[in-house]
């Protein structure tokens, strides 16, 4: 039985791809940030306990637990949990961009640090990362999210670089619009850090908290979590993974755009909405 850490997994597609590779006889160890998260995973049947980005001693025992439970072993890693933090690049207090880097980028880091060692003693083992589209392109109101995922990206390319040879294949994946909750969940983010009150912008807030606080429906070109799960099991079963995997519409549109368009005309397009 293939054994797979996956973080992220309350919700969304963590929680999806915890499911999805449970049924497809992967031993799944699913984490959460909270621990009535992991309980409430635990009640249907999986295997889950805390792990925490922000965190660098709840990582080291997640690992640690993890491993345990195998006898020494681990072959895959899925880096999932991250959260967003909307709002416009000149009002983001460095607080906001500290906090966000902590999860979204430092916590993977040093969760993939931590298993190398395991997958490198073993001979093999893949390691897959979460980006998005918005680690291709970046998008007005959400400066802090991508300066994450763009920073993702290049740390992934050196280490799958760096990891030839290896037998540790290193993977993105790509998502575009996809049915989450990370829209709710920046809220308190937003909440938190950003005083569009005293904005030079405060009207565009406007129109950004209807849209942030609005259950509108669908995103167009939307798909559900399953797609990213997709995804990840080509990502897992593949001979010889793709570096990159975009799911959704968006994504390769997006791919495409940067690689054609001059700058100027993609940054044109991408304010148009």
């Known amino acids: 039985m293939r054994s797979i850490l996956i973080t992220g997994c309350s919700s969304g597609i963590g929680l999806d791809a915890a499911r999805g590779l449970?049924?497809?006889?992967?031993?799944?160890?699913?984490?959460?940030?909270?621990?009535?998260?992991?309980?409430?995973l635990i009640d249907e049947g999986l295997e889950s306990f805390p792990l925490d980005y922000a965190d660098e001693a709840s990582i080291a025992a997640a690992v640690e637990e993890a491993v345990s439970r195998t006898g020494g072993t681990l072959d895959a890693l899925f880096n999932n949990g991250a959260f967003a933090c909307p709002g416009l690049v000149e009002d983001l207090p460095r607080g906001a961009l500290r906090e966000i880097f902590e999860t979204n980028l430092f916590g993977y880091h040093d969760l993939t640090r931590r298993v190398i060692p395991v997958m490198r003693a073993q001979g093999h083992g893949r390691i897959i990362n979460c980006s998005s589209v918005l680690g291709l392109v970046g998008a007005q109101w959400r400066g802090?999210?991508?300066?994450?995922?763009?920073?993702?990206?290049?740390?992934?390319?050196?280490?799958?670089?760096?990891?030839?040879?290896?037998?540790?294949?290193?993977?993105?994946?790509?998502?575009?619009?996809?049915?989450?909750?990370?829209?709710?969940?920046?809220?308190?983010?937003?909440?938190?850090?950003?005083?569009?009150?005293?904005?030079?912008?405060?009207?565009?807030?406007e129109k950004l908290r209807g849209r942030l606080y609005e259950n509108r429906g669908p995103d167009t070109f939307e798909l559900p979590p399953s797609a990213v799960t997709r995804a990840l099991v080509r990502a897992l079963d593949s001979r010889r993974p793709k570096a990159r995997y975009y799911v959704t519409f968006p994504t390769h549109l997006m791919g495409l755009l940067r690689r054609i368009l001059p700058t100027r005309a993609l940054d044109w397009l991408i304010a148009r909405g």
């Open 22 to 40: 449970r049924a497809l006889g992967w031993r799944v160890f699913a984490t959460c940030r909270k621990a009535p998260d992991c309980d409430r």
């Open 144 to 205: 802090a999210y991508v300066s994450t995922k763009f920073a993702m990206e290049g740390l992934t390319d050196v280490l799958r670089i760096e990891m030839r040879g290896t037998g540790i294949e290193v993977v993105l994946i790509e998502p575009g619009p996809i049915g989450t909750l990370i829209r709710q969940n920046a809220i308190p983010h937003f909440e938190k850090w950003i005083d569009w009150e005293s904005s030079a912008r405060r009207s565009d807030y």
